[in-house]
């Protein structure tokens, strides 16, 4: 049962615009939400996270949201870069669960001139 | 430094052959994690360790799977005997601070 989960597989958006991309996670006790990014033949790196306790966070071109009553987070990158082309995955881990992260399938970011 | 190291980055093998996946993680971190990656399931957590200790095995597939940790700076991840579908991305990372993760490159697995 996939707990944390990316239903776009796959994203094109023109340099310069805003790319959103979504997650929606089914475990309630989740409390803490991570985005990571992963180029080709390399492993995911930490890109953003945010709290249960706030419901965005900013970090230069990458903002994170959360709505909890939905279940639902996004992560907006404004503007776009080439360079930002890449797999993007959720992750969220429950206070107590240690250091596990459960991850989404990731969506695939392309970012065209 | 030196991140997150993983050897082999690429093994291609016969199916019913052993294969050992070795992690090298960053000095310090208290935690290690083994992850698989496929198409279908994204990522997928199959054993973290906490100071050389296993603390959550539920995501290992079968008891084909085995993991140690027998010092801070060094870990296994062995199949045997391997299987077509255990042909994946394996990914080791390490962490100290709570919930960021660092990974390595990985192990592109081909088991044929």
């Known amino acids: 049962d996939q707990q944390v989960k990316q239903n776009s597989p796959s994203l094109s958006v023109q340099e310069g615009r805003i790319s959103i991309l979504n997650c929606d996670y089914t475990?309630?006790?989740?409390?803490?939400f991570l985005w990571y990014k992963k180029y080709p033949a390399e492993g995911p790196t930490f890109l953003i996270s945010?709290?249960?306790?706030?419901d965005k966070n900013e970090d230069g071109r990458f903002t994170v949201f959360l709505n909890k009553s939905a279940k639902h987070l996004s992560l907006h990158i404004v503007p776009s870069q080439p360079g930002d082309s890449a797999v993007y995955f959720c992750?969220?881990?429950?206070?107590?669960?240690?250091?596990?992260?459960?991850f989404g399938t990731g969506t695939q970011l392309k970012v065209e001139l | 430094d030196a991140g997150v190291i993983q050897s082999p980055r690429h093994e291609v093998t016969e199916m019913g052959q052993e294969v050992t996946l070795r992690c090298k993680p960053i000095s310090g971190h208290d935690y290690l994690f083994w992850y698989r990656q496929t198409m279908m399931r994204g990522l997928e957590l199959l054993i973290y360790?906490?100071?050389?200790?296993?603390?959550?095995d539920s995501g290992m597939p079968e008891d084909r799977f085995s993991a140690k940790m027998p010092n801070a700076s060094f870990s296994t991840l062995k199949i045997q005997p391997s299987e077509p579908r255990d042909s994946a991305v394996y990914f080791c990372a390490s962490s100290l601070t709570l919930y960021e993760q660092y990974f390595g490159p990985g192990t592109r697995l081909t088991v044929t």
């Open positions: 992750a969220a881990s429950a206070t107590g669960g240690g250091n596990k992260l459960t």
């Open positions: 945010i709290s249960s306790i706030k």
């Open positions: 475990n309630s006790m989740f409390d803490y």
């Open positions: 360790f906490n100071n050389n200790v296993p603390i959550d």
